[in-house]
């Protein structure tokens, strides 16, 4: 039986069941009126043989109490109300002004964007790299064959050191991929040469049978020696990590690093023309704008004796909101803006904004929203009219090589190496220069598609959602996702693909590969038809030498190096890979008899 106290205070419902009704009791009826009283059910029978009602028992809620929102709720409206478009850009600008700082010290040293954020704190680059945090995070240490940013070291190399900006969010002076990725990256390499140096001297030692005397005066041992004598006796292969680095991480670091030194190793990278441009080990050094640097003791970098990767944090440290004013505008400064550019940017990409930095930040917050979408559509119009499909803006990660018709060779190393060490990203030039990667002289192109159009090319597979324009017997749509969106998009048009290259590959035809960025799926998709149809070589045999051999992540890993080599922006997704191995590793058979 309730009692009248309660049911004076209670919304009485009734509904006719037949099973047992349930009553919601108040555990305390004393609780403040802005708290929700904890509730519990008694099972309740009724002996009667005649339909039963259930009696549905609830507090009465304050109006008042129902509008305030809740704490989560104002706190996302206050974070949207803090990271407008403007605070993001005036604070991208605002921390660019120190990388130029930065930069000037050591003008002589190229700067490199790690992609994607650093890429929004200056207005040029020479080069762009891609370390990720999350293979620096705690106990998730990794060293990523599938990045291994070989053309940095390479550039590095070339010009005695490079700078790496990048920036991370409140809370933090360095993010992860500073901290601890990059440390890991120049510890393993600089180990990978050790050892690659030391195999060519023994090598040279056994092979010829002579003292180290004749070889210095033989001319076949000199290659050898070249690079051998160049490198010093102490060359450093010690983990340089940041102070506030724990011990114990350090310790369990230093645990893996032949682990990975071995893989690197064994993936088949080009360490040799690597070891023949480095004549100093690398090491990282690390700058933030807490960092102290006297002006008139600024050292010479070719004094050290380590090839320097000066990291650059652009953003300032700060645990709460700064709001800063200028003599027109105020604004709240927010850590590392550039990140997570799809949550803020609009569409707008970093060349865009330099282009027109000054005139988005003298509009101010209020006319900065519609001055952004004004230059994002007239880019988009602009596109369009040149016969690009543009359906919506998107950051394009710029290609290191020069993309022409000029295709390099497999061979010629110390071309690429000129490339790299002089080209610079100009950000006002056409698209025609920096358009397509050709894969030595495997036919192969990887690009983007709003390009694709404007490609010297035979035939085109296309693998973004939208269609472009193209000639109908040289043109095949496949459209994809990432395996975010479908886990088998890729694996269900994979033969399609595969077969489109392999009929336009036997007749001698140039092939371009593209998808929206030109980093992910169309890199997993070349990866494919890289491995089931030409030999270890590189040279086109239809699809032989993948049936006779079973294709193992290890000789797919030194496939995707190779293409890494030439699509130096490449970004494929672990989902992405995991699709392309399960197409190659269960598919054989079918591959052997495709239709030419």
């Known amino acids: 039986m309730v009692s009248c106290g309660l049911l004076q205070r209670a919304r009485v419902q009734y509904t006719r069941h037949d099973n047992p009704f349930l009553v919601k009791f108040p555990v305390s009826l004393s609780q403040p009126p802005n708290q929700k009283p904890t509730l519990f059910r008694r099972k309740l029978t009724n002996r009667k043989t005649e339909p039963v009602l259930s009696l549905s028992l609830s507090l009465m809620e304050d109006d008042e109490d129902t509008r305030q929102l809740s704490i989560y ?11 407008t478009l403007y605070n993001a850009l005036r604070s991208i600008y605002d921390d660019s002004v120190f990388v130029g700082e930065i930069f000037q010290l050591w003008p002589d040293l190229p700067l490199l964007a790690n ?6 704190y200056s207005r040029t680059f020479h080069a762009t790299c891609y370390f990720k945090s999350t293979d620096g995070h705690n106990n998730n240490w990794s060293f990523n064959t599938s990045r291994l940013n070989l053309h940095v070291a390479q550039l590095a190399g070339q010009k005695g050191g490079c700078f790496i900006v990048d920036a991370t969010r409140r809370g933090k002076r360095f993010p992860d991929s500073m901290s601890k990725t990059i440390p890991i990256w120049t510890c393993v390499l600089n180990r990978s040469i050790q050892n690659h140096r030391e195999r060519m001297r023994q090598s040279a030692l056994v092979n010829d049978g002579l003292s180290l005397e004749n070889h210095k005066e033989s001319s076949t041992c000199d290659e050898y020696y070249g690079d051998t004598r160049q ?5 450093d292969c010690s983990l340089h990590l940041p102070l506030w680095v724990s011990g114990t991480e350090r310790a369990s670091i230093e645990k893996r690093l032949e682990e990975w030194t071995q893989q690197l190793d064994a993936s088949g990278a080009d360490i040799s023309s690597l070891a023949s441009c480095l004549k100093k080990p690398l090491r990282p050094l690390w700058i933030s704008q807490k960092t102290v640097i006297w002006l008139n003791e600024v050292p010479d970098h070719e004094s050290w004796d380590f090839t320097p990767i000066i990291l650059v944090s652009a953003s300032s440290l700060s645990g709460v909101v700064q709001h800063r004013i200028s003599s027109e505008f105020s604004w709240n400064y927010i850590p590392g803006a550039g990140d997570d550019e799809e949550s803020w940017a609009r569409g707008l990409t970093p060349s865009l904004f330099w282009n027109c930095a000054y005139d988005i930040i003298n509009a101010g917050p ?8 004004d230059i994002v559509e007239k880019d988009r119009v602009y596109r369009a009219r040149r016969g690009q499909d543009v359906p919506q803006v998107t950051v394009k990660a710029p290609n290191l090589l020069p993309s022409s018709d000029h295709r390099l060779r497999d061979n010629d190393e110390s071309q690429l190496a000129v490339d790299l060490a002089n080209f610079n990203i100009d950000r006002n030039s056409s698209d025609e220069d920096c358009v397509i990667s050709w894969l030595g002289l495997t036919n192969l192109a990887v690009g983007t598609s709003q390009n694709a159009g404007v490609s010297k090319v035979d035939c085109i597979l296309n693998c973004d959602k939208e269609s472009i324009s193209a000639d109908p017997k040289a043109y095949l749509h496949l459209p994809m996702v990432t395996s975010k969106f479908d886990r088998f998009s890729l694996l269900n048009n994979l033969p399609s693909a595969v077969n489109f290259a392999k ?7 140039t092939l371009l590969i593209c998808c929206d ?3 992910d799926i169309s890199v997993c998709i070349c990866l494919a038809i890289l491995t089931a149809l030409f030999d270890e070589e590189g040279t ?3 699809g032989n030498f993948f049936s006779d051999t079973c294709i193992t992540k290890l000789e797919m890993r030194r496939r995707l190096i190779t293409i890494c080599k030439y699509v130096v922006n490449a970004r494929p997704s672990r989902g992405n890979l995991k699709q392309v191995f399960n197409f190659l590793s269960s598919g054989r058979a079918g591959l052997t008899n495709m239709p030419t």
């Open 540 to 542: 086109f045999d239809g």
């Open 517 to 519: 960025n030109g980093e």
């Open 366 to 373: 209020e006319m900065c929203n519609q001055m952004v979408a």
């Open 231 to 235: 490198m010093p006796i102490d060359w």
């Open 115 to 120: 992609l994607r954020c650093g890429l929004w």
């Open 503 to 509: 009929l336009n590959l036997s007749q001698g035809k």
């Open 73 to 83: 709720r104002a706190a996302r409206t206050i974070k949207r109300r803090d990271n």
